[in-house]
């Protein structure tokens, strides 16, 4: 891509985000929400004025691993601990709801085929997308929302995390049928290892940026330092353990999250997102869309993808926060705060495309769900925490930091 060609096209990504966020906030909806329409504005689908190219897709990719480093640095700890156990059952639940709702939808489509052939693979790759959670809509949500650091907000950011990584267990395990070369044990392994790896540079890194902190208190090498950690983090989860590199930046936002300077620290980085990275991330989820090629079948198919990729984190997720006796309200934030699609689904369909798991038709599919749960989830959020308020109003009495 041409360099100068590049600075137009983000003059033009800048602008229209802060024109759809700034249109979103008066017709009361998150401003993410305008930001995403803006990409399907300005890109392929409608104007064609810019194009997703790879500079514009690193751009996003730093965007939304700055947005999860904050989010682990805006993280209440001992909320998280608490909230552990029951974020790893129902991520569980999570995966395997639309893991079995996407494989039906399939057969339902495609005819039900024996097990072990490859119809039935395939059935089960549709499945396995739909078990992706993207949380960067959802963090940026409960941010605008003043609700990332209560108890469902912690809840759906640890839930939505773990999803993430049986999510790539899963994914493994499925290509593995398919593709020699995968090893799903490995990944077991890599995960287990990467758990081991960030226990160990977190309390290394943690006593280290306490004495930084003590010693530069409330100055910006702080904060730079800290930027410095996501990004390592991020790098060396992706690189060294074969976990997404968001996961690693959430990491170094939880290492950092319980320093004196932790709120400043995330200011400063919030400033930088703001202004360039986050505008560029959810720009970009509609600069990646396109219909072309769409044929009334696969219309008709897509819109049953994406309501069952939709209902099955609601009611997976959802159910199951109800089952562990959060009030119906609560248990609908957890199911709709992970119904979300993004980046990862992305690469999990064309994962499946390179190992020919996954026909290309399929592509417009999950741009459809990335799009549709990337609108509605903010929408749903914001009617469902309508009238409470933010969590910096609530007393500590009440477990809030």
């Known amino acids: 891509m041409d360099r100068i060609a590049f600075f137009r096209d983000l003059a033009i990504i800048i602008v229209s985000a802060k024109a759809g966020g700034l249109l979103a906030q008066k017709l009361k909806a998150p401003q993410v929400v305008g930001e995403i329409i803006a990409g399907l504005l300005i890109g392929p689908a409608c104007l064609s004025f810019v194009s997703n190219s790879e500079a514009v897709g690193l751009l996003a990719e730093i965007g939304v691993v700055m947005l999860m480093f904050e989010a682990g640095l805006e993280t209440d700890l001992k909320e998280l601990m608490h909230t552990g156990v029951k974020a790893l059952i129902i991520a569980c639940v999570g995966v395997f709801v639309p893991l079995i709702g996407g494989t039906v939808l399939y057969s339902c489509f495609y005819g039900f085929h024996s097990i072990g052939s490859d119809e039935f693979f395939r059935a089960v790759f ?16 409960l941010k605008e929302l003043g609700k990332l650091k209560g ?45 081991v790896f960030s226990v160990g540079m977190g309390f290394v890194t943690y006593y280290l940026f306490k ?4 010693l530069y208190p409330h100055q910006r090498r702080i904060p730079i330092l800290g930027l410095a950690l996501c990004l390592f983090l991020a790098f060396a989860a992706e ?22 300077d932790s709120e400043y620290i995330a200011r400063k980085v919030d400033i930088n997102s703001y202004m360039i990275f986050g505008p560029v ?37 959802g159910l199951t926060a109800k089952i562990m006796k959060y009030n119906i309200k609560d248990s609908l934030k957890v199911g709709v705060g992970m119904m979300t699609r993004g980046e990862v689904a992305l690469i999990v369909a064309k994962k499946g495309l390179s190992v020919g798991m996954l026909d290309p ?12 749960s990337s609108i509605s ?25």
């Open 151 to 195: 108890t469902i907000g912690t809840l759906i950011m640890s839930s939505a995390i773990i999803d993430d990584i049986i999510g790539i267990i899963v994914l493994t395990f499925v290509i593995g049928f398919k593709d020699p070369d995968s090893k799903p044990s490995d990944v077991v392994i890599h995960v287990g290892l990467f758990l």
């Open 211 to 214: 004495f930084l902190d003590k």
């Open 361 to 372: 038709k399929y592509f417009a599919s999950v741009i459809l769900l990335i799009i549709v």
């Open 239 to 260: 690189e060294y353990f074969g976990i997404a590199d968001i996961t690693g930046a959430y990491v170094a936002g939880l290492i950092l999250c319980s320093l004196k």
């Open 377 to 401: 989830t903010p929408i749903i959020l914001k009617l469902l925490y309508k009238g409470e308020p933010d969590d910096a109003a609530v007393p500590a009495a009440a477990g809030q930091n």
């Open 126 to 141: 549709i499945g396995t997308i739909l078990t992706a959670t993207s949380v960067g809509i959802t963090v940026q949500t």
């Open 281 to 317: 991330f959810f720009t970009s989820i509609g600069l990646n869309t396109t219909f072309n090629g769409f044929t009334s079948s696969l219309l008709v198919f897509s819109l049953g993808f994406v309501l069952v990729g939709l209902l099955t984190k609601v009611i997976g997720c």
